[in-house]
């Protein structure tokens, strides 16, 4: 005897969180009930397989007639056919979006693109995420970007209205193309690379000056997610801190002092201090290019971290070294540069 | 001009995209009501159009705003070629139409369309400005209030019970109109939820019109149902019970009233309970001016049965069909007939089957049989002949008797003649206040098998025409035979019932219903109530000591209206004998319905009788079945439970006349067996009584299906049920008999954990029933299976067992095996689960206000090659309790809960598909109270059930003073309840039901931190079967919801199959009952039903349809725990915003 049609509609909508689990996973019905049953439903509860695999395939309905909302989460709170209480429509909505790490790792940076999804294979097989959660979370990826794209205003309070989430850092790459991929790299993880996009657009994008933006500027009309054009171009002028070598000896003598005697490597760093300060100063006046742009996480490191890993320094030594070295300044752009900067760089400084 | 309606048209959201080059919309609304057509402004490019527009008005007459519904509808504007519509609205805008409901309705409403479903959302506000012109009331009936709910509303109070209401309309169905099918599905699908809402509009305005021309203000219980008889038309008729109701002011809910009038309800009839004893024995004659005297009810009986006229039910009117009733009383030779000749009967109930009963009556009856069971049947079937040699015969006695008795009546008269209006005492209502209900029969049931034939509607033209060319023709005027046919089918159907209803010595039916089943052209048209005997003490005086005066009032105008009418007589006997009636109120209350209302010495049936187990007065049956609700007053041990019977028949395919025959021969036997099964799963529950019994008959191409669900208590007034013994047929088998005293074993074992489960310790009672007539407590009771078992086994069995009685079943054959195994496969539900179909759960009154309405659907091929009765009953079983498992398991975080209302309901769609559509809500209740109650002492818990039902059913069964009486319990149970929830449950336990919206809960999870939530404007809107919501307060009353929907699709698979397409729609019906509740300012729908769910698919086109009616009432409910934190200060308005703050999630 075989059921042909089976349904189960509660005026208000069943959530299950351990189904909605599989299915986010990209379990099939027959997959999820066998996960089910692994999970000791059956003796717990009393029941069969038949009302198990009857349970399941209501749920995947409903969450399949859920996903088009999910795709625009302020429709899901106006919505009239599901009747969901506010803090499951949350739960709902947070789940849908939730990534996997490993997986915002791979995609970091790379353009949101049909070519891009298609390598989505490779990417499953590195990470173990489901090639159906993949993609879910691709297409999560760039619907995120597309939404945001157009709009103007803060970034990270874009995403929040419309997806209630932080999707900003990925949102943030994706938009500058950052390089995350090289080998050098490897050993930064999502969160670390998420932290220095919310240290970037905390300090630099045009929201953050806590002032509401000029609408006659040209950047109030540039979406959030690229950093500020003027802001950028008034970098360059940083550069004159390497060019100029009596500023450049200034900037020493006065970080040296500072130092002296408080860091365990103040002799590596008085060596270093000339290479030092032209990578952190041409970072930024590299920001104006796209393809510059692309290296700025390489150029940290490569020119910044590992020459200070391989004098051991300590993050103690880093940090106040970055503090007197910006401090040993005043000017109001400098600071700007410099905090972002220095954010990004004790985030990633460790193995 | 009497009323004037104006329309909104405010904004429209998350349209569908209708230009695929811009991915964008342009759209307009046009507003129709009646012939009228208001179109807004096209709103370009956008799929969130703001079009608020000018107030769109009409001008209509009242009649008209009752019976059309207001019709919005969205379209794209396309330039080049025609527009296309998006989608469709329907309004009733009934609830505008009577002062205390809503005044006006606004709010978003789902655009629905019957291919593509829910396309987004507009804005409308309606409102109505009424004239008050009295005098054109004569063709509308604007101001009658309709509630589904089969009780006296909460806020109301009930002055004048009129009696019953009916009506019916017939039209064509425009699906069989266009066969052709030039139409497309889309415009089909439109005609026909147009027509039904017109159909419904006109059939609710006649029915007012009826409550107004008796004086009545309301219509309560209101079912209206529709008959789908495909190519002979559309039938709409409804049942309902007039009222005069009274709206309870708002201010006297907030007063600290006198305590529970429902106590001392209770307590005064105990006080007086002493006294009667002097007149406790000999049935003498009613004395006047005897405060107490013995059995009134025999009186009833015995008169009715010596001579019909004593017993006028019928009004002068109908005179004919009284005179050869007398046939039909026990007393009378024809009964006297004896067993064996079973075979004899049955052919009996055939000849008189195939007779034409009207020959001459023109109509399209070629057949016209009915079956009969009652009360007494069932007593039949449980064997209590007292040792009579008559046992097995009983049941087709009965049948044959009410065959006889209807024949005559059918001679006696055309059925044109009886078929009058208010003749029938009948009640849709299903719950009474306290002390109303003064004996239950039983339930009386009649069941007539018709052959459909088209009905012809030669005025009905103008189908492609204007709107209201759809105007439904009047009978009277243009063909006075067609609705009269079907007027005609059921006033024989009533009338039998109201026989029946005679025969137990009742004068009303209460909890009445009909329903019907149709295959092809076969229709079987059922009725069944449960026979009582009404009080009629409030007719002498109407004055009662202070609470109960003012709870009870209104009795007595119920029946002086109705004698000063001649309309129904309910006490022929009540001018000599006023002191007789007034024992009746003198009978406990929590055992006086339990009374026999028929005469000992001359029962209508064979039944063991008793001396009362509650207050030793009076005699009371071993068992008691009813389709209504357990009784306020009703004293009650342990817990209720669902108990179901399930059979199918297998039925030889045939044609018109040679298929009603056939299904005719069937009935008996499935009833019977029926019954047989509810008799056996109730005594293996050790429960000794039904409420709320349903019986279904679903008539398919080839095979019939019974489903009967109830809900079985322990009432402690009858006495204990005997055991069921199993015995064997085949003595010398030495295996055999170990088997069957393996079986015997395993019954008794789960008779026991049924026992414990159910909390089933009734107090032991000493043996002193002095002065019974019957000399044991238990009686032996033998069930004969079949008609293979002759009579001499009879001897063999009987009293051979002595002292140790029990219910026998034979098992002769593998067929009894089976039947005996089946009793066995019912699981009972997992713990921390009860279930019942009754409004509450005898036994749980703690409920929290944690509450989930489900609707589950199920499509199931029965079975396989060369199906048996017995394989489709065994898929039918297992088929209605795995959908019982996956219910539970589904609900399984709500636990420990409670699932009521649960209403099944079985059609036969196709050959071998059955498919099963289950109602229900789960309530929560706490388990730390109801474990206190377990705890209770033994000796306590008879008295315990009492009081437990007195607060567990304030505030569902307390018909017309709730205000009153549960305001001053409220807050002790607030108290308590919050104690409980405070001290027993871990708060984790309730933050994680986080779907579940207990108000305990949702205060302290209403911090809004979520910032999802932020923006959201749509209001919770609860829904439930029940007629009250735990743990709130009914505040107001917005109006009927009547709603009927039409779902197609082209693209099944794509749709996610059937599964896909049917879980849609039904979640769209929820979101469109719940917006429109919302946007008459409603928070919950309660009595809410799903009448119809119609369902067809045609895989191979890869199509499906479905239809689904639904109907509930309105209503604002405010918690119990926000209702304290008002001001004790009458505020009208109080109440509204708290209600509508407290459940729009913001």
Not at chain 1, 250 to 260: D, E, N, P, T
Not at chain 2, 611 to 619: A, F, G, S
Not at chain 2, 832 to 858: D, K, L
Not at chain 2, 887 to 907: D, E, G, I
Request: aromatic share 8%; glycine share 6%; with cysteine.
């Amino acid at each position: 005897m075989s059921s042909d049609l089976d349904v189960f509609v509660g005026n208000t909508t069943l959530i299950d969180e351990e189904v909605y689990r599989l299915w986010l996973d990209g379990h099939s019905v027959a997959e999820a009930v066998a996960r089910r049953l692994r999970g000791g439903v059956l003796e717990r509860e009393g029941t069969s397989v038949a009302v198990l695999q009857s349970d399941t395939r209501d749920h995947y309905r409903t969450f399949q007639m859920l996903e088009r909302l999910l795709h625009a989460p302020p429709r899901l709170l106006q919505q009239l056919l599901f009747q969901i209480p506010p803090e499951r429509q949350a739960l709902l909505v947070q789940r849908y979006y939730a990534f996997d790490e490993a997986l915002a790792r791979e995609l970091l940076g790379k353009k949101l693109s049909k070519g891009t999804k298609k390598e989505l294979d490779e990417v499953s097989a590195r990470t173990g995420v489901g090639i159906r959660s993949c993609r879910r979370q691709f297409d999560n990826f760039k619907r995120v970007f597309k939404a945001v794209e157009e709009l103007r205003g803060p970034l990270a309070e874009n995403i929040q209205q419309l997806f209630l989430l932080d999707y900003a850092a990925i949102v943030f790459f994706a938009n500058s193309r950052f390089e995350t991929g090289k080998r050098r790299l490897q050993f930064l993880s999502f969160a670390d690379f998420a932290a220095c996009a919310q240290s970037m657009m905390g300090h630099w994008s045009q929201g953050a000056l806590g002032e509401p933006p000029d609408p006659r500027a040209p950047e109030a009309a540039e979406p959030d997610g690229d950093l500020p054009k003027s802001f950028l171009q008034d970098l360059k002028e940083l550069k004159v801190l390497v060019a100029d070598k009596d500023l450049l000896d200034q900037h020493k003598s006065l970080v040296c002092s500072a130092l002296r005697g408080k860091i365990s490597v103040y002799n590596e760093l008085e060596a270093n201090f000339k290479a030092l300060s032209r990578a952190l100063v041409n970072v930024g006046g590299k920001l104006t290019h796209a393809r510059d742009v692309r290296d700025f996480f390489v150029d940290l490191v490569e020119k910044v971290i590992e020459p200070c890993r391989s004098d051991k320094w300590s993050p103690g030594d880093l940090r106040l070294f970055l503090t007197h070295y910006t401090a040993a300044r005043h000017q109001a752009l400098w600071e700007r540069y410099m905090a972002a900067i220095t954010a990004c760089l004790l985030r990633m400084y460790h193995d | 001009m009497p009323g004037k309606l104006k329309v909104k048209i405010v904004a429209g959201r998350h349209l569908p995209v209708m230009d695929r080059a811009s991915d964008l919309t342009d759209a307009f609304v046009e507003v129709k009501f009646g012939n009228t057509t208001f179109k807004t402004d096209v709103y370009p490019k956008s799929l969130n159009p703001q079009w608020n527009s000018e107030w769109f008005k009409f001008e209509v007459d009242d009649e008209e705003l009752q019976d059309e519904p207001l019709q919005i509808t969205v379209l794209d504007h396309d330039t080049y070629s025609a527009n296309d519509a998006i989608g469709k609205v329907y309004i009733d805008i009934d609830p505008l139409l009577y002062s205390e409901a809503a005044t006006v309705i606004s709010g978003w409403f789902p655009i629905y369309d019957t291919i593509h479903g829910i396309r987004g959302e507009i804005n409308v506000v309606v409102k109505v400005d009424l004239f008050n012109d009295l005098n054109r009331f004569r063709q509308s009936s604007c101001g009658v209030k309709f509630f589904c709910t089969t009780s006296i509303p909460k806020c109301y109070r009930a002055v004048i019970i009129h009696g019953f209401v009916e009506e019916l309309v017939v039209n064509e169905d425009p699906e069989y109109q266009w066969i052709d099918r030039i139409r497309t599905p889309r415009a089909s699908n439109e005609a026909r939820q147009r027509l039904i809402s017109l159909m419904s509009g006109e059939l609710q305005r006649k029915i007012g019109l009826k409550v107004l021309e008796m004086r009545g203000n309301a219509v309560v219980g209101y079912l209206q149902c529709f008959d789908l008889e495909g190519e002979s038309g559309l039938v709409v008729r409804a049942i309902g019970t007039a009222c005069t109701l009274d709206k309870l002011s708002n201010t006297s809910a907030f007063l600290p009233a006198c305590n529970s009038p429902s106590k001392e309800m209770k307590e005064i009839p105990f006080n007086e309970d002493p006294n009667p004893n002097t007149y406790s024995s000999g049935p003498s004659t009613p004395l006047k001016n005897q405060t107490y005297s013995f059995s009134p009810s025999k009186s009833y009986s015995r008169q009715s049965s010596s001579s019909d006229t004593d017993l006028s039910l019928t009004p002068k009117t109908a005179p004919s069909p009284q005179r050869p009733r007398i046939f039909l009383f026990p007393s009378s030779p024809t009964l006297s007939c004896d067993s064996p000749h079973l075979k004899k009967s049955c052919l009996l109930l055939l000849g008189s089957s195939i007779k034409p009963l009207h020959s001459s009556h023109v109509s399209p009856v070629v057949l016209r049989k009915s079956v009969s069971f009652t009360e007494e049947l069932l007593l039949a079937a449980s064997g209590m002949g007292s040792g009579s040699a008559g046992k097995e015969g009983g049941p087709f006695k009965t049948l044959l008797r009410q065959q006889t008795q209807s024949a005559l009546e059918q001679r006696g008269g055309s059925p044109h003649r009886f078929c009058r209006r208010r003749e029938f005492p009948f009640f849709t209502l299903t719950t009474f206040p306290p002390g109303f209900l003064v004996h239950v029969g039983g339930v009386v049931s009649a069941r007539s098998v018709k052959l459909l034939d088209r009905i012809h509607n030669p005025a009905f033209v103008g189908i492609m025409g204007n709107t209201r060319s759809y105007k439904l023709l009047d009978w009277n005027s243009f063909n006075s035979d067609e609705p009269e046919t079907r007027d005609a089918w059921w006033a024989e159907i009533r009338q039998e019932i109201k026989s029946h209803a005679k025969a137990l010595g009742c004068h009303a039916v209460v909890g009445y219903s009909e329903s019907t089943s149709i295959c092809e052209e076969v229709c079987i048209l059922s009725a069944s109530g449960t026979a009582a005997v009404l009080n009629p003490r409030f007719l002498q005086d109407g004055t009662m000591e202070g609470c109960l005066e003012q709870r009870l009032s209104w009795q007595p105008g119920f029946f002086s209206i109705g004698s000063e009418k001649g309309e129904v007589d309910f006490f022929p006997q009540s001018q000599d004998s006023s002191s007789l009636l007034g024992i009746e109120e003198a009978s406990p209350p929590g055992c006086g319905f339990c009374h026999i209302p028929y005469d000992e010495l001359n029962m209508p049936f064979p039944a063991h009788l008793t001396y009362c187990y509650n207050c030793r007065k009076q005699k009371v049956p071993d068992v008691l079945f009813t389709t209504i609700d357990l009784p306020v007053e009703a004293i009650v041990i342990g817990k209720g439970c669902l108990i179901q019977a399930r059979l199918c028949r297998l039925k030889k395919k045939a044609q018109a006349e040679a298929n009603a025959t056939s299904i005719s021969n069937l009935l008996p036997f499935m009833e019977y067996e029926v019954h047989t099964q509810l008799m056996n799963k109730l005594k293996l529950r050790g429960m000794n009584a039904l409420f709320g019994l349903r019986i279904q008959i679903t008539v398919g191409e080839n095979m019939l299906m019974g489903l009967a669900s109830a809900t079985g208590v322990y009432l402690a007034a009858l006495p204990t049920p005997g055991g069921i013994q199993i015995a064997g047929k085949t003595p010398n088998d030495a295996t055999y008999d170990q088997h069957i005293s393996h079986m015997q074993k395993k019954i008794n074992d789960t008779i026991a954990k049924n026992k414990e489960l159910y909390e089933i310790n009734p107090p032991e009672l000493p043996e002193e029933i002095i002065g019974s007539p019957i000399p044991e407590p238990r009686q032996r009771s033998r069930l004969l299976r079949s008609q293979s078992e002759s009579s001499d086994e009879v001897t063999e069995l009987d009293l051979s067992h002595g002292k140790k009685d029990a219910f026998v079943l034979e098992i002769d054959d593998t067929d009894a095996m089976e039947d005996v195994h089946s009793l066995l496969t019912d699981v009972p539900p997992p713990s921390g689960f009860y279930s019942c179909n009754t409004e509450i759960m005898p036994g749980i009154n703690n409920w929290t206000p944690e509450i989930q309405m489900f609707t589950a659907v199920r499509v199931s091929r029965l079975s396989t090659i060369n199906p048996t009765n017995q394989t489709l009953n065994k898929n039918f079983n297992d088929l209605c309790e795995n959908l019982l498992k996956s219910l539970y398991f589904k609900l399984r975080s709500m636990v420990p809960c409670c699932l009521c209302h649960v209403n099944f309901t079985v059609a036969l769609p196709e050959d071998e598909l059955v498919q099963i559509a289950v109602t229900a809500v789960a309530i929560t209740y706490d388990k730390n109270q109801a474990l206190q109650a377990n705890k209770a002492p033994t000796e306590k818990s008879q008295q315990r059930a009492s009081t437990d039902n007195e607060e567990q059913l304030q505030f569902p069964l307390e018909l017309c003073s709730d205000p009153l009486s549960s305001q001053p319990f409220s807050p002790a149970k607030e108290v308590l309840e919050g104690a409980s929830s405070h001290t027993g449950i871990p708060a984790a336990q309730r933050a994680t039901s986080l779907e579940k919206a207990s108000p305990l809960a949702e205060g302290y999870l209403r911090h809004r931190s979520v910032p999802s939530c932020t923006n959201s404007t749509v209001s919770v809107v609860k829904m439930t079967p029940l007629s009250f919501l735990p743990g709130a307060k009914i505040t107001k009353y917005l109006g009927i919801i009547n709603m009927f929907f039409i779902r197609e699709t082209t693209s099944l698979r794509e749709e996610g199959g059937v599964s896909g397409f049917l879980h849609a729609f039904i979640a769209e019906v929820f979101a469109m009952v719940r917006a429109h509740v919302a946007a008459l300012g409603g928070n919950a729908v309660v009595s809410y039903i799903m009448k119809q769910c119609v369902f067809m698919e045609n895989p191979n086109k890869n199509q499906a349809q479905c239809l689904i009616n639904v109907s509930g009432d309105a209503v604002i409910f405010v918690r119990e725990s926000e209702l304290e934190m008002l001001p004790v200060q009458p505020s009208t308005a109080a109440p509204q915003p708290t209600s509508s703050a407290g459940d729009v999630t913001t």
